[in-house]
């Protein structure tokens, strides 16, 4: 397989979790390199549904050694809680997940500060996770925040957490919100600590040995190109990187030696939180929560959704460098008589190609939809590309071809034997 990034190409959601378990068959190692908690991968395997926040989707294939990156912020109580669930599914990670010594932490305050300021920004909230990211994000910025690697030395880490929290205290004062009592925060926080010194390590090193060593690298992104903090639909975004450029500052590997860019998209468009979304529309949301799909593997929230938008996409392309394009959902689409596809937006009367950068201006945008026929046939049982509706096939290359990428894969449902290869 080589070194492979695997992205997702619209804002978050698109089955990132679920095309990763399947391409870890082939992967010796699988990295997480940005976000945190904020992430949620859902994989069902058998009967068994998995929900991962912070451990690779990889963990779930007992032969494959899992990274949880430099650029990922880290809560360690949220972290323990995890691996918990997988032992008790009979998945000890011990020995198969590497924690990088340079990922950040979050604390406690953090989650506080994420609630505090969102309360105060009322009706023009960002609509974040509340999983304390961002604040944790901005202390590492600041220079002020604390490493993985500071829990190693368990003295000088008591001393570093506990200046944190009476300092982050007055901070939750000036908010207006309550301050953390100091003893019970710490004592949770050092409980979680203890558990995860053994996972704690140099993953740069460890990841250029393996490169070295020829093994198959996959990348593992979380949320969403137009949840970027550079790239995406500002400030309705994460606090990290979500593009392909991301997943090389997040892990210490440089972008030559990455040889593939699969970008994951939904045979329709959702996000969650605010923001706008061009190509949104009723119908499809109607449609897929009348269905019991398209709710938050993290927040339980009800997604907004939309035809598929060929304009976010490729652009997504572009600023990925994506090769191959991993459709995924695509039985979500199997009652409709027509689907439209989102082919580019007018402006002002005017016809654009691209996302505004100003949101304003993006807002403004209105869609310029074609039309396919639909297929009206179930394909959740379907396991091969020629097997599909003709009209599911013509679909799924269209897409690609309106995103200038290679149609590589089709996911006719959340299951791993679900995923046709072509």
């Not at 990670?93 to 340079?102: E, I, K, N, T, Y």
């Not at 593939?260 to 923001?275: D, F, L, M, P, S």
């Not at 035809?307 to 090769?323: E, H, K, M, P, Y």
């Amino acid at each position: 397989m080589s070194n492979t990034i695997l992205v997702g190409a619209q804002w978050g959601d698109e089955g990132k979790g679920k095309i990763i378990d399947y391409l870890t068959e082939q992967a010796d190692i699988v990295v997480r390199a940005q976000g945190g908690a904020n992430a949620g991968h859902t994989v069902i395997v058998g009967k068994t549904k998995y929900i991962l926040h912070l451990i690779p989707s990889g963990i779930l294939r007992n032969r494959t050694t899992c990274v949880i990156g430099n650029g990922v912020v880290i809560d360690p109580a949220g972290l323990v809680e995890e691996i918990d669930g997988l032992k008790q599914n009979g998945i000890d990670p011990a020995g198969r997940l590497l924690v990088s010594d340079a990922a950040h932490m979050v604390f406690p305050y953090h989650k506080a500060l994420d609630a505090a300021r969102e309360a105060l920004k009322g009706r023009g909230k960002i609509g974040t996770t509340l999983r304390g990211i961002g604040p944790a994000y901005g202390d590492k910025i600041a220079r002020s925040g604390l490493r993985m690697g500071s829990i190693l030395n368990a003295k000088r880490f008591v001393e570093q957490l506990g200046q944190a929290v009476r300092d982050n205290n007055i901070l939750l004062r000036s908010l207006g919100a309550r301050p953390l009592p100091l003893k019970r925060t710490m004592d949770g926080v050092l409980k979680a600590a203890r558990r995860l010194r053994p996972y704690v390590t140099n993953t740069v090193q460890l990841l250029h040995k393996a490169v070295a060593a020829e093994k198959r690298i996959l990348f593992e992104g979380a949320q969403g190109t137009f949840l970027d903090i550079d790239h995406g639909t500002f400030p309705y975004v994460t606090s990290s990187n979500t593009t392909a450029g991301g997943m090389c500052t997040g892990s210490g590997i440089p972008p030559t030696m990455i040889d593939r860019v699969i970008g994951v998209a939904k045979a329709y468009t959702t996000r969650v939180g605010e923001g706008p979304m061009p190509s949104e529309d009723r119908v499809v949301g109607d449609l897929l929560h009348g269905m019991g799909r398209e709710y938050g593997a993290t927040t339980g929230r009800e997604r907004r959704c939309g035809w598929f938008d060929a304009v976010t996409v490729r652009q997504s392309a572009r600023l990925n460098g994506i090769t191959d394009l991993a459709l995924t959902n695509l039985d979500g689409l199997d009652t409709l008589g027509s689907i439209k596809v989102c082919v580019g937006y007018r402006l002002g009367g005017k016809p654009i190609d691209h996302q505004p950068s100003d949101l304003a201006q993006l807002a403004r945008c209105r869609p310029v939809y074609e039309t396919f026929p639909g297929w009206q046939t179930p394909t959740d049982k379907i396991r091969t590309w020629k097997a599909l509706p003709p009209n599911a096939r013509r679909y799924a290359k269209a897409l690609a071809k309106l995103t200038g990428t290679r149609l590589s894969h089709a996911s006719v449902g959340p299951g791993r034997s679900q995923t046709i290869t072509l």
